[in-house]
């Protein structure tokens, strides 16, 4: 059984790896928020192998409290991504809609870190 | 309890928690293979629901022979109701923006239902990008 809790871990580490390459490539912010939820999950799954390993139920508010950071995350980080794009488009072309924002203007150079 | 049987519900919950690994991993293979947001959408789900339900479900059974507390059952059970609850409006959430501030890819996309009803919308409302709706 040793075995198998070796193969969890190692899933565990390599999926974090994985969603931590996708954070530093995603093109958007929004992709980002998505690897944070996904490394969000890992952790999670990560703690309650520790629980189920050790047979220990102390780290198990600790998974109340990531299960509940993850929404006020990626919430909020989409509240603020919609209202930066809000902000971004109406002064420039008043009366067009967001959807029709050509793919090269998809991702505003601003989230690329260039502009403050 | 018969040591027969904790070997039988140890093996039940590595395995439950082998799988719930395993839907990580799959999620973040597909977090880098996948080519646009909601595909990536789509994979990332998996372990947020099935897969920490799993965990939970394999917690919960490894804790049984040592101690049956009421507060380690509530706590599982909180835990596996706030995931089901709040990650499918996170995803709503992010998708809606995503698709409304233009960062999907339509040619990655079969049908798009969303952008004809979105024309007849503004037509009514006489143009405007109202991201309040």
């Given at each position: ?36 939820d996904v490394l ?77 | ?51 920490l339900l799993l ?33 499918p409006v996170a ?43």
């Amino acid at each position: 059984m040793n075995a198998l809790w070796i193969a969890i871990g190692v899933m565990l580490g390599l999926a974090a790896l994985l969603g931590m390459v996708r954070m530093l490539m995603g093109p958007s912010v929004l992709d980002r928020a998505l690897s944070v939820d996904v490394l969000l999950a890992s952790a999670l799954t990560g703690a309650g192998a520790y629980a189920a390993f050790h047979r220990d139920p102390t780290v198990l508010p600790t998974l109340l409290v990531l299960s509940l950071l993850g929404f006020v995350g990626s919430v909020s980080i989409a509240k603020f991504v919609a209202r930066r794009a809000l902000g971004e488009h109406i002064p420039s072309t008043t009366g067009s809609h967001p959807t029709s924002a050509t793919p090269t203007d998809a991702v505003p150079d601003s989230e690329k870190g260039e502009n403050p | 309890m018969s040591e027969q049987f904790v070997t039988v519900l140890d093996w039940v919950a590595v395995l439950c928690i082998l799988a719930g690994a395993a839907l990580s991993l799959v999620a973040g293979v597909g977090l880098v293979r996948f080519p646009d947001l909601l595909s990536r959408m789509h994979t990332a789900a998996k372990p947020q629901v099935l897969g920490l339900l799993l965990v939970l479900v394999g917690i919960g059974i490894r804790l049984v022979p040592v101690e049956t507390n009421v507060f380690n059952v509530g706590t599982l059970i909180l835990v596996a109701l706030f995931q089901v609850v709040t990650i499918p409006v996170a995803g709503h959430i992010t998708a809606r923006v995503g698709y409304r501030t233009g960062r999907i890819d339509e040619s990655l996309m079969a049908r798009d239902e969303l952008a004809a009803r979105l024309a007849s919308d503004d037509e009514i409302a006489g143009g405007g990008g109202d991201m309040s709706r």
